[in-house]
């Protein structure tokens, strides 16, 4: 743990340099390319079991570490969130309301990934579809993908962590979904979860100031029905209340001196899955 180089801001946020951020640069890239090279096998009939082992052995190969693995009891190097779970599904587990966790066509799900590379923590996740989705649920995945861009275009020295929050709740609630107030993103560097809490909701020119330096996540969980969620008895499945679909997209960024360095960028440009970029 050595960040003698960098200081905390009055929040507790920490500024790091150009070493680190090329630190990130490396970590935030293997998620992506893990990310990427698990598209072609989300396909109906595949597990989440079976894809998680996949993940397992690729970071293993890779020569980095799973950041989920060990964390707080979890077992996996994946979180696999399908349909209504909104985050932390279980791979390998039941997908809730069925007998297996096995996809069918149609499925919408979150596919969220942290490696840690020479001590520095990549985390980012995406949503996939195995088969078809139909057009209200590709929807979803349009305004979830486009909340979180609305949300990373906002960030430059001096605006606040409330500007990222309301440019995403305003993008989410003008198109008639709503914003999952019960996660939130977060700093990270060489830990994985150090303050702020990054809320996806609020208002323009409240909460901390940004400054060149930070790293933090943006990942917003975007639902068709209501905000609420619930965790179910394994303490780790997040669903909606109601049951409606949930979505998320998450990114790994870094504060410039004139915007964001996304770290999580897809190499092959498939961070969004039927739109590419
Ligand atoms: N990667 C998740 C995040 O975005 C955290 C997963 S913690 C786990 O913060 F233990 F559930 F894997
Ligand atoms: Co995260
Ligand atoms: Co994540």
């Not at 490396?26 to 992506?32: D, I």
């Not at 964390?71 to 297996?100: E, F, L, Q, W």
């Not at 309301?166 to 993103?185: K, L, P, T």
Request: proline residues 4%; negative net charge.
């Amino acid at each position: 743990m050595d960040d003698a180089r960098s200081r905390l801001t009055r929040d507790g946020i920490r500024i790091y340099d150009a070493v680190d951020f090329a630190g990130m640069h490396t970590a935030g890239r293997l998620a992506a390319e893990l990310l990427d090279r698990i598209a072609e096998h989300v396909v109906p009939g595949a597990t989440t079991g079976g894809l998680d082992r996949l993940i397992t052995d690729w970071v293993a190969q890779a020569g980095a570490t799973s950041a989920t693995i060990g964390y707080k009891g979890y077992a996996h190097a994946s979180c696999i969130s399908v349909n209504h779970v909104v985050c932390h599904g279980i791979p390998g587990s039941k997908i809730p309301g069925r007998s297996s966790d096995e996809l069918r066509d149609g499925d919408i799900l979150n596919i969220d990934i942290t490696v840690i590379v020479d001590g520095w923590f990549g985390d980012s996740s995406r949503m996939y579809v195995a088969g078809e989705a139909k057009p209200f649920v590709r929807r979803l995945l349009d305004v979830t993908h486009d909340a979180l861009m609305k949300g990373i275009e906002v960030i430059r020295p001096g605006r606040t962590f409330g500007d990222i929050g309301h440019a995403i709740q305003a993008y989410a609630e003008g198109n008639g979904m709503s914003v999952v107030r019960d996660f939130c993103g977060h700093g990270l560097g060489r830990v994985f979860h150090a303050p702020p809490n990054v809320l996806h909701y609020g208002r323009p020119g409240t909460g901390a100031v940004l400054e060149e330096g930070m790293f933090f996540t943006v990942e917003p969980m975007i639902n068709l029905g209501g905000p609420q969620t619930k965790v179910l008895s394994d303490d780790w499945t997040a669903i909606t209340r109601d049951k409606k679909l949930s979505a998320q997209f998450e990114h790994s960024v870094g504060v410039t001196a004139t915007g964001a360095e996304i770290f999580t960028l897809s190499p092959a440009g498939r961070f969004h899955p039927t739109l590419g970029a």
